[in-house]
Nanobody, 127 residues
């Protein structure tokens, strides 16, 4: 599986951005897609996740109500709509894919659970 992330950029606080992650290759093996972010000096952490088949979603508490993860299976693409951006959202954002089957209701939240990674896209929110 290959992942190509795009959509990052510079935005003022309160603004919006939409990130895209296009998957190619063995996409039928994907079970979950996630968006992670890593700020300078901090660990990479999960922002949002969505099963490749299904409508349920997971969000980190810090982005609930502001970010929305969605997917277009026909285009093999996952999106992260980011609204009401804050300076603390500044980070490199990575999309990732997990091919593992889990029990119903479980969301993989750790970076080591994801096998495939995109190259990262920088989001900078100015105050």
């Amino acid at each position: 599986v290959q992942l190509q992330a795009s959509g990052g950029g510079l935005v003022q606080a309160g603004g919006s951005l939409r990130l895209s992650c296009a998957a190619s290759g063995r996409t039928l093996s994907i079970r979950f897609m996630g968006w992670f972010r890593q700020a300078p000096g901090k660990e990479r952490s999960l922002v949002a996740a969505i099963p490749w088949s299904g409508a349920s979603t997971y969000y980190a508490d810090s982005v609930k109500g502001r970010f929305t993860i969605s997917k277009d299976n026909a285009k093999n693409t996952v999106y992260l709509q980011m609204n009401s951006l804050k300076p603390e959202d500044t980070a490199v954002y990575y999309c990732a894919a997990d091919p593992t089957y889990y029990r119903v209701g479980y969301f993989p939240r750790q970076s080591y659970e994801y096998d495939y990674w995109g190259q990262g896209t920088l989001v900078t929110v100015s105050s």
